[in-house]
């Protein structure tokens, strides 16, 4: 160990044991800093680092995948508002979670590195396998997203043995091959415009489109992988098999170290997914812990719209998926059964934190609570902000970008550190969204002021933390 490492350490656990935090080791490379109010710092040093042994510091204690991981959780919660008796009542539901998210990560890094090419804006590495054209093929075209919603992730166990078996294969001339993740995830909310955005951003010369656009993949894995190691491959092969073209453009341009491609799986953020499997509030924060332990620098996307128009813009979209009896109006429908969903959420935060409510309530129909949750942004931001620093994030008004579109689009691609968009790019671009519910049934007057006055104090939060708001005149 050199003098400069003995020295950073020894300062390193003074401070700590000065101010009050614990110093720990978590591997050869990796130390932690755990703050008074648990909030831990991730120190990574030189590779030939070993051990730390300094005079006057007590020596380094190891800390797990899974206790980091847990730690994280409970850090979340805290921040969120949760109370440390609901924590303690939970530990154990914690602790199995994070057990499962450790599983996870560690086989999913088995296939995919933890470091990523310095010369790639990209998150990339060389491998000396790549995913088979068979398995490719099928990964894309017979298991499309939204085939399934429920089941987006499963594969059939019928196909469990050739797939395993012609899972990689080696590249033509032993040659190495390029593979990629996202360098910017776009985790919007429903309805807020980021299929648009979507579109427009995949038309910019340096961003590279992936082959589906929501692969919905991290919203359930983390805490629910797969028992064996060898079905997890295949399942994160798949969400790489997502990212192939974008990695053979990156590795086969000139000037593929600027190029870059993206998640937009709106699942990431918000619990769009409530069948079968009830996610409370732990589990919602170990999917962004195990997503900042893969893409600890990615930059973040967060489009939103006024939420009075979006929830029932979000019930209009959703009715063509679960239609409504025929009879019924849906404004009316809408109307009541809202009433219900903020009944519901008005009884919860009376004992419970907000962020709990946005997850918890449940009406006698599944997804009101997520047309109401949904729109609580500052709820969501402020988890997702737990877990990457404030400078990762923009966020964005939807109604901003439709008014604005070439000042809104050049903030992005500043913050992309990317090229500006050609101006007539630009706009036209942003002309040819697709409008999908086609319902002429206006909003109930009654029903709008119930929403305003609903969302009025979270916007008002979201003011104050982030300068976004929606303003309403009774």
């Known amino acids: 160990m050199t003098s400069s ?12 044991a000065i101010t009050g935090c614990v110093f720990y080791k978590l591997d050869k490379t990796t130390f932690v800093l755990k ?71 560690e086989t999913f890094w088995e296939i995919v590195p933890k470091d990523y090419l310095s010369n790639y804006k990209n998150p990339c590495w060389y491998s000396n396998v790549t995913i088979s054209t068979n398995v490719s093929k099928f990964l894309r075209e017979k298991l499309p997203a939204y085939k399934n919603k429920s089941k987006s992730d499963i594969i059939p166990q019928s196909d469990i043995p050739w797939l395993l078996k012609e899972l990689f294969e080696t590249p033509t001339q032993g040659n190495q091959t390029l593979q990629c993740l996202p360098y910017f995830l776009l985790p919007g909310i429903p309805k807020s415009g980021t299929t648009t955005l979507h579109s427009t951003l995949s038309q910019h010369p340096q961003i590279i489109k992936p082959d589906i656009k929501e692969p919905q993949w991290w919203y359930k894995l983390p805490v629910s992988p797969p028992a064996s190691k060898k079905y997890m491959h295949v399942i994160a092969a798949r969400y790489l098999s997502n990212f192939l073209y974008p990695s053979s453009e990156i590795s086969g341009r000139k000037d593929g170290g600027s190029l870059v491609t993206y998640d937009a799986s709106q699942a990431m953020m918000v ?20 997503i900042s332990r893969v893409l600890p620098q990615a930059k973040i996307i967060v489009l939103m719209r006024d939420p009075v128009p979006r929830a029932y813009s979000h019930h209009l979209f959703m009715n063509r998926e679960w239609p409504i009896d025929k009879k ?100 036209n671009a942003t002309k040819e969204r697709k409008r999908v519910n086609n319902h002429k049934r206006e909003m109930l007057p009654s029903t709008k002021k119930l929403l305003q006055s609903f969302y009025q104090p979270f916007n008002k939060k979201l003011e104050k933390l982030f300068g976004i708001n929606w303003k309403y005149d009774h």
Request: proline residues 4%; hydrophobic residues 40%; contains cysteine.
């Open 328 to 427: 019924q109006d849906p404004a009316l429908y809408f109307e009541k059964h809202i009433q219900k969903a903020v009944n519901e959420f008005q009884q919860c935060v009376r004992n419970n934190s907000i962020y709990e409510c946005v997850n918890k309530v449940r009406t006698d129909f599944k997804q009101l609570s997520m047309w109401l949750g949904s729109g609580v942004y500052h709820i969501h931001i402020q988890k997702w902000m737990q877990f990457w620093p404030k400078e990762q994030f923009i966020l964005l008004k939807t109604e901003k970008m439709a008014l604005k579109p070439v000042s809104t689009l050049k903030k992005i691609t500043n913050f992309l550190s990317l090229d500006p968009f050609p101006e007539k790019t630009a706009v």
């Open 271 to 290: 619990n769009l997914h409530d069948s079968g499997f009830h996610i409370n509030h732990e589990d919602y924060c170990a999917f962004p812990a195990v």
């Open 35 to 105: 703050k008074r109010d648990n909030s831990i710092d991730h120190v990574y040093l030189h590779s030939n680092l070993t051990t730390a042994i300094t005079p006057n510091v007590q020596p380094l204690v190891k800390v797990s995948l899974e206790e980091s991981i847990s730690e994280d959780m409970k850090r979340c919660s805290l921040a969120m508002g949760v109370s440390p008796n609901v924590l303690e009542q939970n530990k154990y539901n914690i602790a199995s979670i994070a057990k499962k998210a450790a599983f996870f990560l």
């Open 5 to 16: 490492i003995k020295l950073f350490l020894a300062l390193a656990a003074s401070v700590a």
